[in-house]
């Protein structure tokens, strides 16, 4: 059974970096995307970013990459701002499903 982890979410300070991290267990077949999301209070998942491209409000300040050796994808948050507060979500789609972790929450704030 696949299952993805996340974790590294916390409090964090405006102008601050945190780093999270997203393991990937289960046999794995055809991965298509690894993605990171972001679902704030309110409001709807909306796509962060893969190693390829990125959202506008997050170009220069995070950073995806991946260890194919750990089975793990991160995202580099760097210059974090009030507005980045949000559960992050990792996802991986493959040729058989879209999987999704159970999110780890990132608050910025004074």
């Known amino acids: 059974q696949v299952q993805l982890a996340e974790s590294g979410g916390g409090l964090v300070q405006p102008g601050g970096s945190l780093k999270l991290s997203c393991v990937v267990s289960g046999t794995i077949f055809n991965i298509y995307t690894l993605s990171w999301y972001r679902q704030a209070q309110g409001n709807g998942r909306e796509l962060v970013g893969t190693v390829f491209n990125y959202a506008d409000f997050v170009k220069g300040r995070f950073t995806v990459s991946g260890d194919g050796a750990k089975k793990t994808v991160y995202l580099q948050m760097n210059g974090l701002k009030p507005e980045d507060t949000a559960m992050y979500y990792c996802?991986?789609?493959?040729?058989?499903?879209?999987?999704w972790g159970q999110g780890t929450q990132v608050t910025v704030s004074s």
């Open positions: 996802n991986m789609k493959t040729g058989r499903a879209t999987y």
